[in-house]
């Protein structure tokens, strides 16, 4: 495998309008490090068990089947076919044949993980007084579990888990404020393995009934040819503006993110076509593969599948996962008109212009010919919103949607040309559904891992009450200031984030820091929602994977933009600079979230706004302070700004996105000056830029 060799093939292909799938899939196998099986028995193996995942899923979302068997079974596939796909390095002599001892950790992880499910009512009449044979087993399991997660995801969220495991056996040695009493074998086995409060607990439950069907639904819809179309609709309408081929990569990740809930994935799906089409418009490689970087990592906070969290946090608050993603779309689209904004004004500082209209696609040609993709799309909004059903049963027939679609878009294209048809075109839905259901099991393998192992820090926590140590811990550090909690929060997200996947990051984080964030802001008169905390938290894990020297998102995009990987990555920080503070900002402006109360004795019950001109207000607040604070990091809005113009727009976006901290702390009349004072503000250096444009024009 050549990634180098890869990538000249993307460049070629970028001239074409027909982007290969196999060459996607390929490029994101080898950056991951996977084994491919190419001429070997292994391939059809592994697809046929990647296959039979994907129908267990959609036979358990129809057919109810006790939960714990299903995370159990759900665990077992995900453990089966690591040790498959995964080497143990990831050297070419580890990539090349799968050595006996895999196929033994992987028939071994699989039964450890079936186990629960096959001694499911043994298990339950002998619970709290386990057979020395349950703890053997739970003691093998937790180890194979912990190497299957170093190999697909990394070490990072091993090295948690184990480092929480060594806190609960050894804890009691360690000084007297982090301390506790001595937890024995068999209580820590039980509780991590034995019972749904760690390793089969609510984020595996989650991941294996929302996530994996959402998931599957943009597998098959990206093996539709939904990714391609996306990519060359967003082409088509913005490609002949300032910086056109940067502002479609942009739009097509958002895209892309609706149904993808990966940011490598994301970037590999659009970058193999942008990135090159942004270096030939001008972009230096690493603004092409950082401005491709930020959509993609920003693509996790597009509803409605959000990286998986969306119905984590759903489940851990007790709320619905409608309200969830409906808290989350003014900041996500606000971000993302932000990153459109700041492309823009790099595209103007380089003095960029757009691509030639004649070389573009033509525009309603484009976006009549992929209408049908909308379909099942619009469809799944339909039943989340609007019939209320549960995510699970609208994923599941949003799928049967997407698959008749599959079947017969062939025919009817080759009717609509008239063009003869063949059995092909009928068995090619038929082969694509296929591809789709093994691409998107092998897409769920990090995910139930990363859930099963953050399980295990779950687990940890309740069994030593560490949480309360934290609390202390933050509180002491912070002296109880607000500003500073938040800011040791965000650090730890980033950092952990680094090596974690975002689903894990979240977990792990809002199960320490969550309660913590909410207890000291009560404590300092706040009363904030859950849902703020653990958004916040969610935020910060996401921008994780961008931030160097880790940025697994960003050394995907340096691959393809053959650009400097920690260059790249602190040049997509930058751009996201943006995002990271719109955390801080619904933590202090609830509204953002559309949350117009919250219950200070039950801080998970909230009442939401619904009244449409003041959601609409709110939108408009939110954005003019997202394009307010992009002006002032970037330093430009009509010409270059000065050190006071970038101080006035910071000034603006203070107005704009905290209007009820200004109304208290300015003692202003009402929550609409601010609205105007930051109008105001524009208007100014709107002016005062103006007046010197004919005077630069002339010297130029």
Request: aromatic share 12%; no cysteine; glycine share 8%.
């Amino acid at each position: 495998m050549d990634v180098k060799k890869d990538v000249q093939e993307a460049e070629k292909q970028s001239a074409s309008w027909h982007v290969n799938k196999d060459l996607e899939e390929r490029l994101l196998v080898e950056l991951e490090g996977q084994r491919t099986f190419e001429g070997t028995f292994l391939a059809p193996l592994v697809s046929i068990i990647a296959f039979a995942w994907s129908l267990f899923q959609l036979y358990v979302s129809y057919f109810p089947v006790n939960s714990t068997i299903v995370r159990s079974i759900h665990l077992a596939f995900a453990m089966g076919l690591t040790f498959l796909i995964y080497p143990f390095r990831k050297k070419q002599k580890y990539l090349e044949k799968v050595p006996w001892y895999d196929y033994l950790l992987a028939i071994i992880g699989a039964f450890g993980a079936a186990y629960i499910a096959i001694d499911f009512t043994g298990l339950a009449h002998r619970a709290g007084d386990y057979l020395l044979r349950d703890i053997v087993i739970g003691v093998v399991f937790i180890v194979i579990l912990l190497e299957a997660g170093r190999r697909a995801i990394g070490f990072a969220l091993s090295g948690v888990a184990i480092a929480f495991l060594l806190y609960d056996k050894f804890g009691e040695y360690l000084p007297e404020i982090i301390s506790h009493k001595n937890v024995v074998l068999e209580k820590l086995v039980a509780q991590i393995y034995l019972t749904t409060e760690g390793i089969y607990g609510v984020p595996l439950g989650v991941s294996a009934t929302f996530v994996f069907l959402f998931v599957l639904f943009g597998a098959l819809l990206e093996r539709a040819g939904a990714g391609e179309y996306f990519i060359k609709l967003a082409y088509a309408f913005l490609g002949k503006y300032t910086g056109g081929p940067a502002k479609a990569a942009v739009v097509a990740s958002g895209l892309t993110g609706i149904i993808s809930g990966s940011s490598t994935a994301n970037v590999v799906t659009t970058g193999v076509f942008t990135i090159p089409l942004m270096k030939k418009a001008g972009f230096p490689p690493e603004k092409a593969g950082a401005v491709e970087v930020a959509a993609s990592t920003n693509g996790q906070l597009m509803p409605p599948v959000m990286g998986a969290a969306a119905f984590i946090i759903a489940e851990f608050l007790g709320l619905s996962y409608t309200d969830v993603v409906i808290s989350a779309a003014i900041p996500a689209v606000v971000s993302y008109i932000g990153l459109l904004y700041i492309v823009h004004l790099e595209a103007k500082k380089l003095g960029l212009r757009g691509e030639d209209p004649s070389k573009l696609p033509p525009k309603w040609k484009t976006f009549i010919s992929g209408l049908h993709y909308f379909v099942p799309v619009a469809y799944l909004i339909y039943v989340l919103m609007i019939k209320r059903m549960s995510p699970q049963m609208s994923a599941f027939s949003a799928i049967w949607v997407l698959m008749i679609i599959m079947i017969i878009q062939n025919p009817v294209k080759k009717l609509i040309s008239k063009e003869p048809l063949s059995a092909q075109d009928f068995l090619q839905g038929f082969v694509d559904i296929y591809h789709g259901m093994v691409t998107g099991a092998r897409n769920m393998i990090p995910i139930a891992l990363a859930t099963a192992i953050a399980g295990i820090v779950v687990g940890s926590i309740t069994l030593t009450g560490i949480g309360q140590v934290l609390v202390d811990v933050i509180d002491a550090l912070s002296h109880g200031n607000i500003f500073l909690i938040l800011l040791f929060t965000a650090i730890v997200s980033l950092i952990l984030g680094m090596g974690l996947p975002t689903t894990a990051n979240y977990i792990v984080v809002s199960s320490l820091a969550a309660p913590v964030i909410l207890q000291l802001a009560q404590d300092n008169g706040f009363i904030i929602p859950a849902l703020a905390a653990h958004l916040f938290v969610f935020y910060f894990g996401i921008l994780a994977d961008d931030t160097p020297p880790v940025g697994i998102a960003a050394y995907a995009a340096s691959a393809i933009a053959r650009s400097d990987p920690i260059k790249t990555g602190i040049q997509g920080f930058s751009y996201d600079i943006r995002t990271a503070i719109l955390p801080f900002v619904f933590f202090f402006n609830n509204q953002l979230l559309l949350i117009a109360s919250v219950n200070e004795w039950d801080l998970n019950e909230v009442t939401f706004i619904h009244n449409p001109l003041k959601i609409l207000f709110i939108f408009f607040m939110a954005l003019m302070g997202m394009l307010s604070f992009s002006s002032a990091v970037q330093g430009f809005f009509l010409k270059r700004a000065n050190i006071i113009q970038r101080i006035l727009f910071l000034i603006a976006s203070f107005l704009f996105f905290l209007p009820n901290l200004a109304h208290r702390y300015f003692d202003l009349p009402s929550h609409y000056v601010p609205f105007l004072l930051g109008i105001l503000i524009w208007a100014l250096i709107y002016f005062w830029q103006k007046a010197k444009l004919p005077a630069i024009i002339k010297r130029s």
